[in-house]
């Protein structure tokens, strides 16, 4: 039987390397793999391939110029255990020229986009209260569940 290696890959102008090892350090079970070194412009090598491990999930970067930039047609999505840990996600990914956007959606510095999901938002969602949660969920930028589940207790 033949193994294949599967990896999500996203392009990258240019720090494919940086945005990985800064990707790293968010979540447990998260490292470096490998990364493939080719001769620059200049000469010297820089980093075009990144294969890293994001909390078990295999990614892989290509940094190899402006010609397809970042879009939402592409995001990592999070399921977060807790309050605390959304919270905590979605201030360092913002930080440093990030953006918020709707519905626990975000662009990091280098424009990926990124979900970052409360555990048991999708239940609220599709719960018997979800017509009575839905115009506050699509308020919120970053979810705070706190307020869903008081909406949905009203």
């Keep these: 039987m033949t193994n294949y290696n599967v990896r999500t890959c996203l392009w990258f102008d240019s720090q494919g390397l940086q945005a990985a090892e800064f990707y790293i350090t968010l979540l447990p079970?998260?490292?470096?793999?490998?990364?493939?070194?080719?001769?620059?412009?200049?000469?010297?090598?820089?980093?075009?391939?990144?294969?890293?491990?994001?909390?078990?999930?295999?990614?892989m970067h290509l940094t190899a110029g402006p010609m397809f930039p970042q879009s939402e047609c592409a995001s990592i999505s999070v399921t977060t255990p807790t309050q605390?840990?959304?919270?905590?996600?979605?201030?360092?990914?913002?930080?440093?020229?990030?953006?918020e956007s709707r519905c626990g959606w975000l662009k990091d510095r280098w424009g990926?986009?990124?979900?970052?999901v409360p555990a048991g938002l999708g239940a609220l969602l599709t719960g018997p209260k979800a017509a009575q949660i839905m115009?506050?969920?699509?308020?919120?930028?970053?979810?705070?569940?706190?307020?869903?589940?008081?909406?949905?207790?009203a």
């Design 29 to 59: 079970e998260s490292k470096i793999d490998s990364v493939h070194w080719v001769p620059g412009p200049d000469g010297q090598k820089v980093p075009m391939i990144v294969e890293y491990t994001l909390n078990g999930a295999p990614y």
């Design 84 to 99: 605390a840990e959304t919270d905590r996600l979605w201030t360092t990914l913002t930080a440093h020229g990030g953006q």
């Design 112 to 116: 990926v986009s990124w979900q970052i």
């Design 135 to 153: 115009p506050l969920f699509q308020t919120m930028n970053r979810i705070d569940m706190a307020a869903l589940e008081a909406a949905a207790e």
